[in-house]
Nanobody, 123 residues
Framework: QVQLVESGGGLVQAGGSLRLSCAAS????????MGWFRQAPGKEREPVAY????????AYADSLKGRFTVSRNNAKNTVYLQMNSLKPEDTAVYYC????????????????WGQGTQVTVSS
């Protein structure tokens, strides 16, 4: 079992930045590949970023490359999502999730999910 708790969401103006954190507890954190997903009202959950268990591999949704950066600190059992140049269309609930599968952004591949943190970007 892995428990995930996101934090760092909030209200920010367009062009601003936020850093989300996802703290994990339970089994060995470094054994899990981590994903960030988001879901806006009325829309399906979509992948945002992926990072491998050792942090060596990352991937991003094409539309977010250059603005979002995923990282992790396995000593602190935490994964981060740095979001810069935020736009109103980035408004969503952001979730972190853990998977034992490599290089996948399919939500069904992620067995463990946090409760989500709301990010609202005002214009």
């Amino acid at each position: 079992q892995v428990q995930l708790v996101e934090s760092g969401g909030g209200l920010v103006q367009a062009g601003g930045s936020l850093r989300l954190s996802c703290a994990a507890s339970g089994r060995t954190f470094s054994a899990y590949n981590m994903g960030w997903f988001r879901q806006a009202p009325g829309k399906e959950r979509e992948p945002v970023a992926y990072i491998s268990g050792d942090g060596a591999s990352t991937a991003y949704a094409d539309s977010l490359k250059g603005r979002f950066t995923v990282s992790r600190n396995n000593a602190k059992n935490t994964v981060y999502l740095q979001m810069n140049s935020l736009k109103p269309e980035d408004t969503a609930v952001y979730y972190c999730a853990a998977s034992d599968m490599h290089y996948t952004v399919r939500p069904s591949a992620y067995a463990y999910w946090g409760q989500g943190t709301q990010v609202t970007v005002s214009s």
